[in-house]
């Protein structure tokens, strides 16, 4: 799946470990993945980022962050809320462009009574005045940084980065191998902070070959969206030559996997499609995908399972149903061989006699 979540009532430490290599992070009790989101109505992809803590030795920001801010009292504990912490959250989140959790319990427990990971926190204090908190779970092997807010009239000192690089030296310290502090989204800059630590040690996950490779390596030129848009639309091209007219379409619904009440239900979760005049129909549907992981293109079929009441609907978006894959009717990374079985058999695009 693109998109996924898991409500875990406990967590072991290697559990932890495995969770965070194949690219998934934890918001309160559940633990998800994603490649693909959507941001003031843009679709982007989601790169999982990754430290290397045994090649990892500092960098100048990090000296000049901790020499800066060591007028500061730093404490490393178990995690805890406190009223003291949620007045800080509560304050941070006003300064925030972005869309914050309800409350610090929330963000770190949910609904849940009980702590399901291994979670620590670092506080700041300027004096006794408390001036930042960050937080972290620990693996066997691994850790994951959670959440980092601060005092908005201390933003001088940098105290989200900060915070981060007193993690990675902790769990440096402590022997663990990976820090992963999340994903970064190309073409939207917020993210790109995390591009700026530790350089030198970040990997980032290639969904293409579900590989850890050197950031290095990373080209924002090309992106699983945007290598799925360019196999899609150079078969559009290619059916538009074989005199057959098609149309490539976002699907609103991509990540309703993430939602939690729809776990487990495996959702169709292709942010693009290509299809063909006549084969959307009111509750199944016919289309084509391509898929980075295998780097094919998959003719499938879905069926509606949820009628939307969506406003987003529109020529290129496609927001009338929830949908689930039916069928899987044929696949090929040879772009002429679904070209051509298209254009021959262009009645296979229809739903089945007596479907609804």
């Keep these: 799946m693109f998109a996924e ?104 427990f949910g609904k849940s009574d009980h702590a399901a990971y ?14 930042a908190v960050g937080y972290f779970d620990l693996g066997a092997t691994s850790a994951m940084g959670i959440s980092s807010f601060y005092n908005p009239e201390y933003k001088k000192h940098s105290l989200g980065k900060y915070l981060i690089y007193l993690k990675m030296e902790y769990c440096k310290k402590k022997g663990l191998q990976y820090f992963y502090p999340g994903y970064f989204v190309p073409g939207y800059s917020f993210f790109d902070y995390k591009l700026t ?14 590989e850890w490779k050197s950031i290095k390596n990373f080209s924002k030129d090309i992106t699983p969206l945007s290598e799925m848009h360019l196999k899609l639309a150079q078969l559009q091209q ?11 379409m976002r699907y609103e619904f991509f990540d309703a996997n993430l939602i939690p009440d729809l776990a487990g239900a495996g959702l169709f979760d292709f942010p693009l ?33 949820w009628k939307t009441n969506s406003s987003s609907a ?11 894959v039916e069928d899987k009717l044929f696949s090929s990374p040879a772009m002429e061989k679904v070209a051509a079985l298209i254009a021959v058999e ?9 479907s609804r």
């Design 5 to 108: 979540v898991i409500h875990l009532e406990t967590v072991t430490p290697e559990e932890l470990d495995a969770y965070l290599l194949k690219g998934w992070f934890r918001m309160g009790p559940t633990i998800f993945t994603t490649n693909f989101l959507s941001f003031k109505e843009q679709l982007y992809s989601a790169i999982w980022l990754r430290v290397t803590l045994d090649t990892y030795s500092g960098d100048r920001t990090q000296s000049r962050l901790f020499k800066l801010n060591n007028i500061f009292k730093t404490e490393i504990k178990k995690a805890t809320v406190t009223d003291e912490k949620e007045a800080l959250f509560a304050r941070y989140k006003q300064g925030v462009s972005f869309e914050a959790s309800a409350s610090l319990q929330h963000l770190l």
């Design 118 to 131: 291994d979670t620590y926190e670092i506080n700041i204090r300027d004096n006794d005045k408390l001036i």
């Design 197 to 210: 630590m530790a350089k030198s040690s970040l990997e980032y996950l290639k969904v293409e070959s579900f």
């Design 238 to 248: 290619q059916l538009s030559a074989n005199s057959t007219e098609s149309k490539l």
């Design 273 to 305: 499609f290509l299809f063909m005049p006549g084969s959307l129909q009111d509750s199944v549907n016919q289309f084509v995908v391509f898929d980075v992981r295998d780097h094919q293109y998959h003719l499938i079929r879905c069926r509606g399972i």
């Design 314 to 324: 529109s020529e290129s978006i496609y927001a009338a149903y929830v949908l689930k």
């Design 346 to 354: 262009k009645k296979q695009f229809a739903p089945k006699t007596g």
